[in-house]
């Protein structure tokens, strides 16, 4: 069996607590301690581990150098700030771990116990978890966004120009864009910089309640209208859009493949779908709330995947649809995003992925839970008390 490496996380809040139940899951770390620069929750126990100070996470990595630490903050002047620490500790950076190279790592892990290419969703169960933490992100919009910012967030998040760097080369006066899971306020504006503008629709599952948000804290937000991602072609005709974008969306679905399908379905031929994510954000996020499925390159390849689930996208639709893949550079925030533009040939028919009676059978459930949650008077309950 091979040795455990020796580990110490930096960073005992959300994401150091999540690096923590990845690392158990992956059973190649033993992790010994927390080390936070917040005196007040040094010396005490976090799940089980021991908050060092400053002087026993120094002279513990001093007296165990095959020990590594695993940064357990994402923003990226922070991650820096903990790199120049550690030299002035005498500690050298290629003793540190950070989010990115633990999802790295876990893919790997879950791959390894033979989940490559089954892609079989567990639709009654998926969709009860999807329905389940609905008011979550309902809940993280009206009170972190539209409470504390009031009036103002929506001219804060939404520019009068359109601006998409991944599409300006291939926008045009009166193109018509779909902005699929905008969230609380579309962030794309409809005004061209050489003038001129685009046609610009906002779609969201959660519109209903965003819309009714929007009335109370900003005047100024466009109306957003409801759409299922996995059914997008049911309510938008076939080869209705030039350009569909999606951000930090997809890993939200029910079943992310479906709902790209759908999304192409939607498209003329030579239309653009373009994706733009964080690179493994479930593995970030452990799996909570909405946060289901991880998008990522392999080697040059588009693929999606879970605990139990991975599909390699560029291969399914290889002959129907071209797929360029890039990773950006990391972000201010310390992400890493991928970026995925997919064109589909004359040749593309959702009829060749999907059956209509399994189609029609998806639907169904999806309705069957939509309307037990609805029947449910407790989370009318809980949204007016938060609205």
């Known amino acids: 069996m091979d040795k455990k490496r020796e580990a110490v996380i930096w960073g005992a809040g959300t994401y150091g607590k999540i690096l923590l139940e990845v690392c158990r899951e992956l059973d190649g770390f033993h992790i010994t301690a927390f080390y936070d620069i917040n005196a007040d929750i040094q010396q005490t126990y976090i799940n089980g581990i021991e908050v060092y100070t400053e002087e026993k996470f120094v002279r513990y990595m001093k007296d165990h150098p095959e020990a590594i630490v695993i940064i357990g903050v994402i923003h990226t002047e922070a991650v820096n700030e903990i790199k120049r620490g550690m030299e002035e500790y005498g500690l050298t950076e290629n003793r540190t771990m950070n989010q990115r190279d633990i999802a790295r790592e876990y893919r790997e892990y879950i791959k390894n116990k033979g989940l490559p290419n089954k892609y079989e969703i567990d639709y009654e169960g998926q969709i009860a978890v999807w329905v389940d933490n609905l008011m979550e992100e309902v809940g993280f919009w009206c009170n972190e966004v539209a409470k504390k910012q009031k009036g103002s967030y ?62 109370k804290y900003a005047d100024k937000a466009p109306e957003i209208r409801f759409g299922l991602f996995e059914f997008l072609s049911k309510s938008l005709k076939k080869g209705y859009a030039d350009i569909i974008l999606v951000d930090n969306a997809l890993d939200h679905c029910i079943d992310p493949f479906m709902s790209i399908l759908q999304c192409l379905c939607v498209l003329k031929p030579g239309g653009c779908l373009s994706l733009k994510h964080i690179s493994n954000n479930a593995v970030y996020e452990l799996y909570q709330g909405l946060h289901r499925w991880n998008l990522d390159c392999e080697q040059g390849d588009f693929i999606i995947w879970n605990q139990e689930n991975y599909i390699n996208v560029s291969k399914r639709l290889e002959g129907s649809v071209r797929i360029d893949v890039k990773q950006d550079k990391e972000s201010l925030q310390g992400w890493n995003n991928i970026v995925v533009n997919l064109t589909p040939s004359e040749k593309y028919r959702l009829e060749d992925f999907i059956s209509p009676s399994q189609e029609g059978h998806q639907m169904a459930v999806i309705i069957k839970h939509l309307f037990e949650w609805m029947a449910d008077s407790e989370n009318n309950r809980v949204f007016r008390k938060m609205l």
């Open 154 to 215: 929506a001219g804060q998040m939404r520019a009068e120009q359109f601006s998409c760097d991944r599409v300006m080369s291939i926008v045009k006066e009166n193109d018509i864009v779909i902005d699929v899971g905008c969230g609380l306020v579309p962030q794309y504006g409809m005004e061209l910089p050489g003038g001129g503008g685009v046609e610009l629709l906002s779609i969201d599952p959660l519109a209903p309640f965003y819309n009714q948000i929007n009335q």
